[in-house]
């Protein structure tokens, strides 16, 4: 039962345009997510994260919107750049609700910023 | 500056045997967590713990065990190593206030 989504597992994007990534979920209890960046034979590092009490959070070229009511949010990168080329994990937490900060991934998306 | 490392960065045993994978971190974090990434399966939660003496089962816990003895360190124990276990293995941290975990550069295990 996979708890969070991500149902494209690749994107191309050429350099400079907008970059949508999508994850929905299906456990009402996840209060809290975030959005990680990994890149091959390394560990995933932290991008941006919001809170179920927000609807949009905004960190540089990076924003992260949140639709409570259909249980989806995206990662909006603007511009993109060749070096967002990476996969990209979508997680969630039911922190401090319960979980203790235990966080549930998604199957990640394969992002390819072009030329 | 503080950070996470991980230990062996790659492994090859054979089925049977018992691995263990080392996890360190200096951030004296409280929250420790071992995942494994599989295609198709994104990060699937292993085992953690929010304190030394303290260890939890995540979602795929069958065959391997962890044990907490002091702050900085969280071992992975695989008992008899699988095919199945083949995999990478990463480990994170995080504070008990924070919800971001941070990982370490993962091991790549392939059990023969």
């Known amino acids: 039962d996979q708890q969070v989504k991500q149902n494209s597992p690749s994107l191309s994007v050429q350099e400079g345009r907008i970059s949508i990534l999508n994850c929905d979920y299906t456990n009402s209890m996840f209060d809290y997510f975030l959005w990680y960046k990994k890149y091959p034979a390394e560990g995933p590092t932290f991008l941006i994260s919001i809170s179920s009490i927000k609807d949009k959070n905004e960190d540089g070229r990076f924003t992260v919107f949140l639709n409570k009511s259909a249980k989806h949010l995206s990662l909006h990168i603007v511009p993109s750049q060749p070096g967002d080329s990476a996969v990209y994990f979508c997680?969630?937490?039911?922190?401090?609700?319960?979980?203790?900060?235990?966080?549930?991934f998604g199957t990640g998306t394969q992002l390819k910023v072009e030329l | 500056d503080a950070e996470i490392t991980q230990s062996p960065r790659h492994k090859i045993t054979e089925t049977g045997r018992q691995v263990t994978l080392a996890c360190h971190q200096t951030?004296?974090?409280?929250?420790m967590f071992w995942y494994r990434q599989d295609l198709g399966h994104g990060l699937r939660l292993i085992h953690y713990?929010?304190?030394?003496?303290?260890?939890n089962k995540g979602e795929v816990s069958d065959g391997y065990s962890v044990s907490r003895s002091n702050t900085e360190d969280l071992p992975l124990t695989l008992e008899s190593a699988a095919s199945s276990q083949t995999s990478v293995y990463f480990c994170a941290s995080s504070t008990r206030k924070g919800g971001e975990q941070y990982f370490g550069p993962g091991t790549r295990l392939t059990v023969t």
């Open positions: 713990s929010y304190g030394v003496q303290d260890t």
């Open positions: 997680a969630a937490s039911g922190w401090p609700a319960g979980g203790g900060n235990k966080l549930t």
């Open positions: 951030w004296n974090h409280n929250n």
